[in-house]
């Protein structure tokens, strides 16, 4: 299940208006499980504590296909070194490092486990989209 919560959204349209500060320049993973809810603005509701996140510089890449736009915000996890022995359950967009600077939430039916010699990327495919008639 993923979706973009209110405060998402507005940072998505502040972004696409230009304004300061609400860009996409992290990508964020937790061991949080917690179901969505539209009120909940941080990458994990239910803070574990800074072991059980980790947010990274996202790497930006356009996957654009035929008409449909979309690019691809990815971290690289090294298991040697970070997250080591957890599991991943939720994957979200941000706008900076903190927890809360969270613009998106997916939450994983199945985690992805970390360990010692995995280099995972892990990321979030944004795709926009016209919905006018």
Known sequence: ???IH???RGILRNALKGAAGNAITHVGVATDATVFADSQTALDPANGGAANFLIKSATATDADSGSTVQTDFTMTIN??????????KTI??????????????????SVIGV???????IGVRLQVLDSSP
């Open 115 to 121: 360990q010692a010699g995995d280099i995972l990327t």
């Open 79 to 88: 298991g040697d070194t970070e997250f080591t022995g957890k599991d991943i």
């Open 92 to 109: 979200g967009l941000q706008k900076g490092t903190a927890r809360t600077d969270n613009i998106s939430r997916s939450l994983r039916s």
């Open 1 to 3: 299940m993923a979706a």
């Open 6 to 8: 209110q405060q998402g």
